[in-house]
């Protein structure tokens, strides 16, 4: 009998047929989860995982999983999983980069778009039958930020930073970053991170979620920020203080934020966020485009066959497994 190959979310069928030609495939059912207790039995006998970053994989789910061989993830970031309890068994982790750049930095710039020139509001505002004939217009009326000759600090100076430096180059912005690599790039201006937030206009967050990154800009960062930013966040919940955004906008240093992420997925609905008319939020769509999503599948199959074939994961996030081979 092939080795089994638990899956966590329904891949396309073309993807899923690709996986069952090296293994026996367990997919689970709408509403399963991979933590669920009922599934113990099927996670001892698990060869490898194909999961999502809804998957929290962890040493307390591993103690069971002792026929695990890999783990292969639809997603760049891995922070939903225990990289070095991975490691320490030598289990290859596989993920899937070089694919949902452009995608997510669109989602960015959308969202910055969008919140400095009120969009989600004005929206709102038309729907709820606030625009009459008494207020159709006048030179106040809606005033938003200006994009085009603003300075857009970029925190974290990866793939998709640097998608995002693109975009506002074309829009006519200054940009500058601040990245833990110190990665330069051209046309973009390197500072301290509190220089950075002391200067931007907009404030762009695309780090990857680590202890070093978790409450990065946080309730006393913010307070630096300079009066009437943009905040935007389209990499991980938790880098972000989310009480410290909604304190900032209540009191004006803020004048906007867009979100795509959050602490908590999905965002409860007495989130204070939720609450102002000038966050926008989408519900974690960064990559969210069909082509991306079957790119990232892709890959994620990729890492798993290889893994299967008892060769290297082509995009492994620890490579070091194979140190022994």
Known sequence: ?????????????????????????????????????????????????????????????????????????????????????????????????????????????????????????????????????????????????????????????????????????????TVASWTPSGRKVPGVCSLSLEALLATSDFVSVHVALADTTRNLINGARIATMKPGAVLINTARGGIVDESAVAAALDDGRLFAAGLDVFEEEPVPADSLLLKHPRVVVVPHIGSATASTRLKMADRAVVNAVAALRGEPMPYCVNPEVYAAL
């Open 1 to 173: 009998m092939p080795n089994t190959v638990l899956v966590t979310q329904p891949l396309p069928d073309q993807y899923l047929a690709r996986l069952a030609e090296h293994a026996e495939l367990d997919v689970l059912d709408a509403g399963e989860s991979l933590s669920d207790p009922a599934l113990g039995t099927r996670r001892s006998a698990c060869y490898g995982v194909v999961c999502t970053l809804t998957d929290t994989i962890d040493r307390a789910l591993l103690k069971d999983m002792n026929m695990l061989k890999f783990v292969s993830s639809v997603s760049v970031g891995v922070d939903h999983i225990d990289v070095s309890a991975l490691s320490v068994r030598g289990i290859a982790l596989g993920n899937t980069p070089g694919v949902l750049a452009d995608a997510t930095a669109d989602t960015a710039f959308a969202l910055l778009l969008s919140a400095a020139r009120r969009i989600a509001e004005g929206d709102r505002y038309i729907r709820d039958g606030k625009w009459t004939a008494s207020n159709r217009w006048s030179p106040g009326f809606f005033l938003g930020k200006d994009v085009s000759g603003s300075t857009l600090g970029i925190v974290g100076l990866g793939p998709v930073g640097q998608a995002m430096a693109r975009r506002a180059a074309g829009f006519g912005m």
